[in-house]
């Protein structure tokens, strides 16, 4: 089946270590997306790639990096720098054109402690 | 800069009544208009709006684009329970250079559907 995936689903970090969430899809799509949602707000963007080895910075890209080494893969990590960094992590993707709008993983979870 | 504001935050309603969220924007470099519904997770794509005054419809659910007053609703006719969710509305912009740009979310609008 086609669709999108992340893991962990729920991740415990302590302050000052670096975490890496992971994204995968399979649905072939071009465009990959890292928002980040906090109790009663929307989705803000940290990081979108429109393609393999290319990136760019949303709206909170500050305390976080991405890779996009393969179409199907584009891992996020919450470095120490994060000063807030608990909150829900979306990944998405979407055809270049975003046609039929954004599909979304399930989301991790983090919690600092 | 640039915004995407939804209203009301929070909505309770009883099953059969008929809702209109709202989403209302001011971007530079406006490319497209898209409402999605999440559950407990992943938000899901319920539509894309791209032209004024064309209705997008699947089965209850319709949403109107006016670019002129810049502005979407999205209604829901004899609402279900299982219509309880958060709606979220974003823009999408294009960058410089016509290159595909990222999406601006609203806050979202909580609906709940009492039996």
């Known amino acids: 089946d086609g669709g999108i995936t992340q893991s962990p689903k729920y991740l415990f970090r302590k302050e000052g270590q670096n975490v890496t969430l992971s994204c995968e899809q399979n649905?072939?799509?071009?465009?990959m997306y890292w928002y980040r949602q906090d109790p009663g707000q929307g989705l803000r963007l940290i990081y979108y790639s429109q393609i393999v080895n290319d990136f760019q910075k949303g709206d909170i890209a500050e305390g976080y990096s991405v890779s996009r080494e393969k179409k199907e893969s584009f891992p996020l990590t919450v470095t120490s720098a994060q000063t807030n960094p608990t909150a829900f992590y979306l990944c998405?993707?979407?055809?270049?054109?975003?046609?039929?709008?954004?599909?979304f993983g399930p989301g991790t979870r983090l919690t600092v402690l | 800069e640039d915004k995407v504001v939804q209203s009301p935050l929070s909505l309770v309603v009883h099953e059969g009544d008929t809702v209109t969220l709202n989403c209302s924007y001011e971007?530079?470099?406006?490319?497209?208009l898209l409402w999605y519904k999440q559950e407990k997770k992943a938000p899901t794509f319920l539509f894309m709006l791209?032209?004024?005054?064309i209705e997008k419809k699947s089965g209850r659910l319709s949403s109107i684009l006016d670019k002129k007053e810049l502005f979407s609703i999205l209604n829901i006719t004899a609402t279900q329970t299982g219509d309880s969710a958060v709606y979220l509305c974003a823009v999408h912009l294009i960058n410089y250079g016509g290159s595909q740009g990222n999406l601006i979310f609203g806050k979202g609008t909580k609906l709940s559907v009492k039996p």
């Open positions: 649905l072939n799509h071009d465009a």
């Open positions: 971007v530079t470099n406006f490319r497209s």
């Open positions: 791209t032209s004024s005054g």
């Open positions: 998405a993707s979407s055809r270049r054109e975003l046609g039929n709008g954004q599909f």
